[in-house]
């Protein structure tokens, strides 16, 4: 079975009470437990993981080396400012999928910079909590096209 690893970084624990005319009113437990839904169905298991510190976030990238297949994550303002995510996620060289809730190029200009993309396979943005569930379905399909011994008979 595939094992992919959800990060969240910075603010995004405030999910739900945070800036909801831009980030939406689930809180990140409801886009957790959806996330949860839907590796179910597609016969994958995830772990979700948040933290505010890049420290923490750079030790569960690390981390996922040898037990997980892929990543998913939302590097929060750190997708702006942090090399050191970047350089983590070169590091371990698993597939990455970079998502967020907002549209970040259509929002202020130090926001359309990110240090991940180009480190990850690709980057869904703007469609609220149903960007995780795009960023899940195209990391599961990616990993299962490039090992079809991991896809579901
Ligand atoms: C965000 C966009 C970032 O610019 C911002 O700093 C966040 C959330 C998003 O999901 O839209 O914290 O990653």
Request: zero cysteines.
């Given at each position: 079975m595939l094992h992919i690893q959800v990060i969240?970084?910075?603010?995004?624990?405030l999910l739900g009470l945070r800036e909801p005319e831009i980030y939406g009113s689930?809180?990140?437990?409801?886009?957790?437990?959806?996330?949860q839904n839907s590796a179910q169905q597609l016969g994958v298991a995830v772990d979700c993981f948040q933290s505010n510190s890049e420290g923490a976030l750079v030790d569960c990238i690390q981390a996922a080396w040898g037990g997980k297949d892929g990543i998913l994550i939302n590097p929060g303002a750190y997708t702006h400012t942090s090399i050191a995510l970047r350089d983590a996620i070169a590091?371990?060289?698993?597939?990455?999928?970079?998502?967020?809730?907002?549209n970040i190029h259509r929002r202020e200009p130090f926001r359309h910079q990110s240090y991940l993309a180009p480190v990850a396979l690709g980057q869904i943005c703007g469609f609220g909590a149903q960007s995780y569930q795009l960023g899940l379905q195209a990391l599961v399909q990616y990993l299962r096209s490039a090992d079809p011994a991991?896809?579901?008979?």
């Open positions: 969240h970084g910075p603010n995004l624990n689930q809180t990140l437990e409801g886009i957790n437990q959806a996330l590091a371990v060289g698993l597939p990455t999928v970079e998502v967020h809730l907002s991991s896809s579901p008979r």
